[in-house]
């Protein structure tokens, strides 16, 4: 950018420049409050008001940089090393997924279904703790355990639970490895591995160059393994009508209604998301006798 004094206002044409041609206007507008709001603590309102302000060359090399790496196809949250969900400000970075609104949904299906307090709570592969610790932040005194196999994950999981005051008992466990003692849940919540190897070639790049695989992807040949070991764990951890709430590839939908009924659980039930795909499914354990 050429030419003193730098404005607020020409900054904002000049990441809109830099990345409609790739990412669409409406991306890039997203985008651009989203690092003004990291650099600067602005709201939309903010930029606004203060658009006759000169930006200083910190900010200035500070947004150049973000533009080339954003070239790159890095993802945003990456490179700010912060994502928003439900309402809070998570650290992010490579160890772990970004959370995504389809996940948002299913933790407001599970806040709007569940009015009970004390509810004890097993979120299995927590990545980054975005489920675990929204839940905390929103149900009634829950108690929650949630886990992950990757120590890096884990890592900024406890983080983002202490910045956001979250009481939860983070474990390393390996779910194949491991069965919680019998009936010590309320419930099981999960977004586990569930894309298709064979969906890759559909992909954005900045997604498969970036995110971890180890947590998106499942062989073709058995794309329901996660569902079937933690639908195992949840017969004999959660106690009488427990619940499980998964999201779930809505291409293995039918398939995973069918293996949850041959399980013997109640109420399978299939919900869908915002865009009107099979994305969730809960279900529940037999009742006391």
Not at 236 to 244: E, F, M, P, Q, T
Request: proline share 6%; charged share 30%; glycine share 6%.
């Amino acid at each position: 950018m050429n030419g003193n004094p730098v404005t607020v206002a020409d900054l904002v044409r000049h990441l809109k420049d830099a990345l409609s041609p790739r990412y669409g206007e409406g991306e890039a507008k997203a985008m651009i409050r989203l690092i003004l709001h990291h650099l600067k603590g602005w709201s939309q309102t903010d930029i606004i008001i203060n658009s006759d302000r000169p930006v200083s060359d910190y900010i200035l090399e500070k947004t150049d940089a973000i533009i080339s790496r954003l070239r790159n196809g890095e993802p945003l949250q990456y490179i700010l090393g912060e994502a928003r969900f439900y309402g809070m400000d998570l650290k992010v970075g490579p160890e772990v997924l970004i959370p995504r609104p389809e996940t948002e949904e299913l933790v407001d299906m599970i806040v709007k279904e569940n009015s009970r307090s004390d509810l004890r709570i097993l979120d299995i592969g927590t990545g980054s703790g975005a489920i675990a610790i929204a839940l905390s932040r929103n149900l009634k005194f829950p108690h929650i355990t949630a886990i992950d196999i990757s120590g890096p994950a884990l890592e900024i999981a406890r983080f983002n639970a202490a910045q956001l005051h979250a009481d939860i008992t983070f474990l390393k466990r390996d779910i194949f490895n491991w069965l919680p003692e019998d009936r010590s849940f309320d419930m099981i919540v999960s977004n586990p591995p569930y894309i298709a190897d064979k969906e890759k070639a559909g992909m954005e790049a900045n997604v498969l160059d970036y995110e971890p695989h180890g947590a998106l992807f499942v062989p073709d040949n058995d794309p329901l393994v996660y569902y079937r070991r933690i639908a195992r764990i949840g017969r004999s951890a959660l106690d009488y009508s427990g619940k499980i709430y998964f999201e779930i590839n809505p291409l293995y939908a039918d398939e995973l209604v069918d293996f949850l009924h041959s399980e013997g659980y109640a109420d399978v039930r299939v919900s869908r998301d915002i865009s009107r795909r099979k994305r969730f499914i809960c279900v529940r354990t037999e009742s006391r006798k």
